[in-house]
């Protein structure tokens, strides 16, 4: 048997259910993995809400990413893979201690590097990496600005651009600036009404790049804050999280600037980052990801690289960690552990609500007892 975590429908993080149901079939080119650990990243906040762009119809099992072992393989799959470690992308299905996965878009993790550690870079690892050295092509010696930068994506990307020799400022509130300056940023305070000017005191002349998750009227002054030549990475409408309405409508609002801006001769660029663009093509898409993840978790196993782990929080208290996740106060990356026990330090005094999700029998589709507390 396995058990899950279900997003039922437009709930809040107490509504998600736990479900039990007998562990599937391994089909041709299929892998089962015992999951290890599984993130709660911005995508599953958006998507509690019916915000996320293609988001599945409710009910689904969230979860973005996932790092675990391989218990059983399909025809076609090499069964010298059962027992490694693997993360592998999902966009869902992760809240669960086991799920079955394309082979293919198997990536090793070295066996030096724990479980949650490898979870906290696995999309944010592969989304930074991309908008970095993809798409950006930030060079040593450059100045970039990267707004919350004591997130999942923003930490791992300040890191990765200091590895890299560039300058970084970042925004984050002033409870995370020891943070973001120990991770080698310049800290600024992203509610300061004045941070463009704060931000050009720094860079006189513009920022080379801006990576920006905010969106809405914000993305226009990232736009102007950056150098001839420069480039705004935009990979995210956090601003409108909490607005009721259509899902698409915001980031269709925000493609058409961003191709405006491109069509302007003033030398910038603005692309918008999606992680699962060129999928359709895909053998190079999963060689893309296993060579850019391969990278930065090489880095994260030879210690030039940080895990920003948030809190461990075990799967069946799925609820606290979204209620965590979203409550803006932690650096880094929550992450759900299978066969835990509580929380971490990393999490005292950031406790989110108690009480564990129900248990739904998966064989009948009723609700029965509560759930581990």
Not at 43 to 51: H, I, L, P, V
Not at 105 to 114: H, I, K, M, R, S
Not at 298 to 315: K, T
């Amino acid at each position: 048997m396995l058990t899950e975590v279900v997003l039922p429908g437009l709930v809040e993080p107490e509504g998600l259910r736990l479900r039990t149901r007998p562990l599937p079939e391994t089909g041709p080119g299929q892998a089962l993995v015992e999951v290890e650990a599984s993130g709660v990243s911005f995508a599953e906040q958006q998507m509690r809400r019916g915000k996320y762009y293609d988001q599945p119809p409710f009910p689904f099992v969230p979860g973005y990413d996932l790092v675990g072992r391989v218990t059983a393989t399909g025809a076609g799959v090499d069964p010298a893979l059962r027992g490694r470690r693997f993360a592998v992308l999902t966009k869902t299905g992760g809240w669960a201690t086991h799920t079955l996965v394309d082979a293919g878009d198997l990536v090793a993790v070295p066996e030096e590097v724990g479980a949650a550690e490898a979870e906290t870079v696995v999309v944010n690892g592969i989304t930074a990496w991309q908008m970095l050295h993809r798409m950006a092509k930030v060079r040593s010696g450059a100045t970039i600005l990267v707004l919350g930068a004591n997130g999942g994506v923003g930490s791992t990307l300040v890191q990765l651009a200091r590895h890299a020799g560039i300058r970084v400022i970042g925004t984050a509130s002033p409870r995370h600036h020891g943070a973001v300056r120990t991770l080698g940023a310049i800290p600024l305070d992203y509610r300061d009404p004045d941070l463009p000017a704060r931000v050009r005191e720094l860079a006189p002349g513009g920022v080379d790049a801006v990576f920006d998750h905010v969106g809405g009227e914000g993305i226009v002054d990232s736009f102007r804050l950056l150098a001839r030549g420069g480039t705004l990475v935009s990979y995210g409408t956090a601003a409108t999280r909490d607005v009721p309405g259509s899902s698409r409508a915001p980031v269709l609002k925000l493609f058409a600037r961003l191709l405006l801006w491109n069509l302007l001769p003033n030398g910038r660029r603005a692309h918008f980052y999606n992680l699962w663009a060129g999928r359709r093509r895909l053998a190079g898409y999963q060689a893309r990801v296993r060579a850019d993840l391969g990278q930065v978790l090489e880095l994260l196993a030879s210690g030039d690289f940080s895990a920003q782990v948030a809190a461990r929080i075990p799967l069946t208290e799925a609820p606290k960690a979204m209620r965590l996740a979203e409550s803006g106060t932690v650096t880094g990356k929550v992450v759900l552990v299978t066969g835990a026990t509580g929380v971490t330090e990393e999490a005292a005094g950031h406790r989110a609500a108690e009480g564990g999700p129900r248990l739904v029998d998966g064989s009948a589709g009723r609700t029965g007892g509560e759930g581990p507390r």
